[in-house]
């Protein structure tokens, strides 16, 4: 029960985040322009490049989806409405968006095609440069809640939001959350005016449907996964858990696509630069920082 | 252990076992890689069949990365990295054949002469593996994790001054 009601709100977040995007893009807000987007897709004709490793230009959008449905199964929308509550659902999370990468590169080498190529591997230098900053903000959550189960993260912020008590960890982790779902700025694996589409280049019709709809489940999973270790969760008042659950992960979502929007696009040289000198500095103080209030303040 | 987990043991065995030998059997740098990490997912898959939830998850997190980053580099170093020209993946087999049957047999031995006690009776749950872990990993084993970081980042750095191009006056 409980996952056909996520797999329903998950496609509703997906359609909503697509509108959102339409309009940070566009600067117009349409509510029927993802759905006449997708029918024209699924209508064009499907190219499939010459001399094309088809196994992985196949797969590479399955999977991209697949890393994506996964990473969604350890996120609570309520309590008790969550597909799987592991032990270990933060490491858990990790482990799916890993496969974020390896869906990419599959689908850049796939093709045969020089932008796919360069923009599957620009993902891997994009990647080198954010893994630590998913995965350092994290930890420090963890440290909190003494729990790498999301719904415990979740009730560890009860008397006082992440976000409130390690703001670093959240700037940090939104950040790197932008990078793992390659949105402007850091959008390099497809970067617009830069790669003609890169990683999406030579994908037409269904399949590129496939990996549209694929980077919208990961975008609305990393807002949601926010949502769950900085925003309190399903906590807040009046209203019930999902409700709330749901807001703050458009709000998340809505802000990340209108930060991006409003900035130019990093240099992979840049992002690299920043994210190792400044963010994991940064993330150090934060995992250091909260270390010393959770042993001497106990909220 | 019930039969269930013994054919899910033994799927995912055969699946580690099966990408393999395929890493050898392609002509692709980029498969191969791909393949060697499917194959690591597997083992990654046998551990959470044996209910050790986080060093399952672990691995599978991992290796993804770890081979994503060999990927580029085989593409990197290697003349034929599509496979286009048939590349053979196997070299001096006389001496992979004379290793790889020492290791069999080394294996072999191991396993039977081992003295394997039952399977485990009670598993601690997912959270208290990885709280055992954790004492673990910073108390009795720290010193060899904390040697391993060392080598890794002597590594690291080594490789990094070697990828460094040399400068101008250095080439004259």
């Given at each position: 029960m409980s996952?056909a009601v ?12 697509a509108v959102l995007?339409g ?5 117009r807000?349409s509510l029927t322009r993802?759905?006449?987007s997708a029918l024209?897709l699924?209508g064009?004709?499907q190219i499939l490049p010459?001399?094309s ?6 797969v590479?959008p399955?999977l991209?989806?697949?890393?994506g ?9 309520a ?5 799987t509550d592991?032990?270990?659902g933060a490491?858990?999370?990790n482990?799916a968006?890993?496969y974020v990468l390896?869906a990419?590169?599959m689908?850049g080498?796939g093709p ?6 360069v ?6 230098g994009q990647f080198?440069?954010?893994a630590?900053?998913i995965v ?5 959550v963890?440290m909190?809640?003494?729990?790498l189960s999301t719904t415990?993260?979740?009730l560890s912020?009860a008397?006082?939001w ?6 670093i960890?959240?700037?940090l982790f ?12 850091i959008?390099?694996?497809t970067?617009g005016?830069?790669l003609a589409g890169?990683?999406e280049?030579?994908y037409?019709?269904?399949r590129?449907?496939?990996l549209?709809l694929?980077?919208l ?5 990393l807002?949601?996964?926010t949502?769950?270790?900085y925003l309190g ?5 009046w ?5 709330w ?7 998340v979502?809505?802000?990340?696509l ?6 130019p ?14 963010g ?7 995992i250091f920082l909260?270390g010393?209030?959770a042993?001497?303040?106990?909220i | 252990?019930?039969?269930a987990t ?5 799927f995912f065995?055969?699946a580690a ?5 395929v ?5 692709s740098?980029?498969r191969?890689?791909?393949?060697l ?6 083992i990654g898959a ?10 399952g ?14 990927a580029?580099?085989m593409?990197?170093f290697?003349?034929?990295p ?5 590349m053979d993946?196997?070299?001096?087999k ?8 020492i290791g069999?047999?080394?294996?072999l031995v191991v ?5 394997w006690q039952?399977p485990?009776p009670d598993?601690?749950?997912a ?6 872990l954790?004492?673990?990993?910073l108390g009795r084993?720290m010193f060899i994790f904390?040697?391993?970081a060392l080598?890794?980042?002597?590594a690291?750095i ?7 191009a040399?400068?101008?006056?250095d080439?004259?």
């Open positions: 996952i996520i797999i329903l709100a998950l496609a509703i977040g997906c359609y909503a985040v995007e309009w940070a893009v566009h600067g807000l993802p759905a006449t024209a699924l064009r004709e010459r001399t490793d088809r196994l992985f230009f196949e590479g399955v991209l989806l697949v890393a449905l996964l990473s969604v199964a350890v996120i609570p929308l309590p008790g409405l969550i597909i592991l032990a270990i490491l858990f999370l482990a968006l890993a390896v990419l590169i689908a080498w045969n095609g020089a932008y796919g190529m923009g599957g591997w620009r993902f891997l080198i440069a954010y630590m900053l350092m903000p994290i930890t420090a963890a909190r809640a003494e729990s415990q993260i979740v912020q008397a006082l992440n976000i409130a008590y390690q703001p960890g959240f700037v939104v950040i790197a959350a932008m990078g793992v779902a390659w949105l402007p700025p959008d390099l694996p970067g005016g830069d890169g990683v280049a030579e037409t019709g269904a590129l449907a496939v549209r694929a980077r489940v990961i975008i609305v999973a807002a949601s996964a949502v769950t270790f969760g399903w906590l807040g008042p209203l019930p858990g999902w409700v659950t749901a807001l703050k992960t458009l709000a979502a809505a802000g990340m209108a930060l991006g929007s409003r900035l696009r990093l240099r992979e040289a840049k992002y690299l630069e920043l994210s190792w000198k400044l994991i500095t940064l993330a150090l103080a934060n909260v010393v209030i042993l001497v303040v106990p | 252990m019930s039969l013994a054919l899910f043991l033994a065995g055969v076992i099966w990408f393999g030998i890493v050898f059997r392609t002509h740098m980029v191969s890689a791909i393949a990490l499917f194959s690591q997912t597997a046998m551990f959470l069949v044996m209910q050790a939830e986080f060093l998850v672990l691995q599978i997190m991992m290796m993804a990365t770890e081979m994503s980053v060999m580029i580099f593409v990197m290697m003349m034929d599509g496979g286009m020209g048939k993946m196997t070299h001096q006389r001496l992979s054949l004379w290793a790889g049957g069999l047999v080394a294996a396993i039977w002469t081992a003295g039952g485990a598993v601690p749950g959270d208290e593996q990885a709280r055992l954790g004492r673990e990993i084993s904390e040697s391993a080598m890794i980042l002597t690291m080594a490789a990094t001054m070697v990828a460094i040399p400068q101008e006056e080439t004259q």
